[in-house]
Structures are given as C-alpha cells and as structure tokens.
C-alpha cells in the first residue's frame, strides 16, 4: 500500500510537469485578467505527528517518523482571488481523519512506545486563511510556463476529539481527563480544547489550462496542542479518577489511561512518562486540488 501510494504521486507529478507549454496561449490571454477568482475542491490523503505510533526503533524528527500505512482520507472546498499569477488569497475547509497506534511497533525489541500501548484516531475539520506566493512569477516572469510552483502560509482553526478503542466501540478520552486535566493534584494540568489555532505552511505545483487550474500540495499543520492524540505527560494515579469522575467515566478511565498490562507489561509507575510536552502535536496532508475561474474580466 505504501509503495502504491509513492507511485501514484509520482505519476501525478509527471502528468504535471508534461504540458508546461501546450496551455500558454490560453494563459496569455488570462494575463489581461488583473484578477482571477477561483473555486474548486481537493482530495487527498492526512497523517499525523504525535506521540504515538511512528515508525520501528527510537522516535526520529518530522517524516522520518511517518507511518505511511495509516493516512487516511481527506477532502475540502475552497475559494480563492488571485493577482495576475504572482499572489493569492484562499479561504479553505476541509474535512479527514487521523490515526496513531503504539501496537504497530511489535517486535521491536525493548521498544517503549510499543509497551506503551496506545492509541487514537480522530475526525479534522479544519477552516483555513491562506497566502500563496508564485515565486517564479514574481522574480522571473519572463521565465514564465503554465506549471507554476508556490508557497503556503497562513493562519486557522481546527477541530478534533480523540477516541480510543474499547471493545466493539470508540470511546471520547477527552472527558476522561487521562492525565489529570482539571484535577486538584495537576493544577497545571487545564482541560485541553477541542478547537485549536493551527498555523498551516507548504508548497504546491500547480498546472494553469484556460479556466481550469489542477496541482498537488503539501501542508504541515503547527498547531497549539500536545493532545491530538490525547498524550502529552505523565502517568497520574488513578485512584485519582473515582474522586473527580462519576463510576462510569472512572471506569473506562482507569483502563483506557494505562494499557501496558494488555501486552504483558507492567503497570506504569506514577510520574513515569506517558508523552513528551516538549513538543506540540502536529499534522499534514498531501492533496490534489483542482479549481475553475469563475471570472471572466478583470475585478473592478
């Protein structure tokens, strides 16, 4: 699966680069446009970074970590208003899903993450700010071709809630406080939202033909949170959990907190790390996009 995915983006890439000059005469007459207002979608495939799963051996820095089986599904809509090629502003949402899990680490010998043994998945919707800039346009149009590389930056929100498996259902860890959010012992220790500022950056290609625009991008997400995958510090004592929750939440609590014991480890001492809050969590997605101008004159 992960192979067949690395080809198609190859390919994809190709069926970019080919045509950089069959669509000049169209783009020739977009030019007289000042401005080029755009609608159009994207679908594609988002990963995450967060404390858990990655691949086999000691965690590594950014992609180096990336379990490539595990991304999952992504789609969005988006509107944007364009300035003779060269800048853009895009309003965009979209919508997918993440997931890590410390299981895919079997075999690793004395691989902590793997005695760890937890896991997550959680929906992304996320509404997003962005500014485009066409670096070739800009510094050197008269190298100009219709296949046009750019940047990414902005600014947004996004929304998650990070479930775990129990059984035959997902359970929301959030109101289960697995780290002594909001408990008296953990005054530091606040509630974690579940609406985050995200501050997205990337690089696109993107191929102009008349009305018609497609590409490729690649986003990294920084967010404002260490709990995408609901782990970020230490193991609490889950005594703990009966004094601050009602008998159910306590429950699920006291098994979906530390689930070492269902590998065979032993139970987590308290204070003993869980996550590292050195760093936030983040997330990326690699996405094709194709968008229609809707604008057939210059913007007054």
């Not at 069926?15 to 020739?28: G, I, M, N, R």
């Not at 970590?65 to 789609?75: A, E, L």
């Not at 498996?165 to 109101?175: C, F, I, K, N, Y």
Request: with cysteine; hydrophobic share 40%; glycine share 12%.
């Amino acid at each position: 699966m992960k192979y067949s995915f690395f080809l198609l983006l190859f390919c994809l890439l190709c069926c970019l680069l080919l045509p950089t000059v069959l669509a000049a005469q169209d783009y020739d007459g977009d030019l007289l446009w000042p401005w080029r207002m755009e609608l159009g979608f994207s679908v594609g495939a988002m990963n995450c970074l967060t404390d858990l799963g990655g691949k086999k051996g000691n965690g590594r820095r950014f992609l180096k970590d990336v379990n490539w089986g595990y991304s999952r599904p992504c789609g969005g809509l988006f509107f944007s208003v364009r300035r003779k090629g060269i800048v853009a502003l895009r309003l965009q949402c979209l919508r997918g899903s993440v997931m890590a899990d410390d299981k895919i680490l079997k075999g690793v010998a004395g691989s902590g993450r793997y005695l760890r043994n937890l896991h997550f998945r959680s929906r992304v919707r996320e509404w997003l700010g962005l500014l485009e800039l066409s670096p070739v346009e800009w510094l050197m149009p008269e190298y100009w071709t219709s296949v046009s590389p750019y940047f990414i930056g902005g600014v947004g929100k996004f929304s998650f809630s990070p479930e775990a498996r129990l059984g035959d259902r997902w359970v929301a860890l959030s109101p289960l406080r697995t780290e002594g959010q909001g408990f008296e012992e953990y005054a530091a220790r606040k509630p974690y939202g579940l609406n985050v500022w995200v501050i997205p950056v990337g690089f696109g290609l993107r191929h102009f033909s008349g009305r018609c625009s497609f590409g490729m991008e690649f986003f990294y997400r920084f967010t404002r949170t260490d709990y995408l995958d609901d782990v970020s510090r230490s193991y609490i004592d889950d005594r703990l959990f009966s004094k601050y929750l009602n008998a159910e939440s306590a429950a699920l609590a006291m098994v979906l907190a530390d689930r070492s014991r269902e590998v065979g480890a032993v139970v987590n001492a308290v204070g003993s790390r869980r996550g590292n809050p050195a760093n936030n969590d983040g997330y990326f997605s690699i996405e094709l996009r194709f968008g229609l101008t809707v604008n057939r004159g210059p913007v007054e």
